[in-house]
């Protein structure tokens, strides 16, 4: 697997510190259940968006393949 370049994982870090700490505020306010579903949505949001990722990556690849020869 190739290093990811620094505008994806930007785009991966943005989300999911923004949902964590989302999360987070919503644990310290007494809302548990909703902070703790925040922290997980957080993690899934990374993972939809590096997976997104590699797949327009692998796709562009793909292209640049056949339009090679």
């Keep these: 697997?190739?290093?990811?370049?620094f505008e994806e994982l930007l785009y991966i870090v943005s989300g999911v510190i923004f949902l964590a700490l989302l999360g987070i505020a919503l644990e310290f306010?007494?809302?548990?259940?909703?902070?703790?579903i925040m922290l997980i949505?957080?993690?899934?949001?990374a993972l939809s968006i590096f997976l997104f990722m590699r797949?327009?990556?692998?796709?562009?690849?793909?292209?640049?393949?056949?339009n090679e020869e």
Excluded: A, C, T
């Design 1 to 5: 697997m190739d290093k990811p370049d």
């Design 29 to 36: 306010v007494g809302d548990y259940v909703i902070g703790d």
């Design 41 to 45: 949505f957080s993690v899934l949001w």
């Design 55 to 66: 797949y327009i990556e692998r796709k562009d690849e793909k292209g640049n393949d056949e």
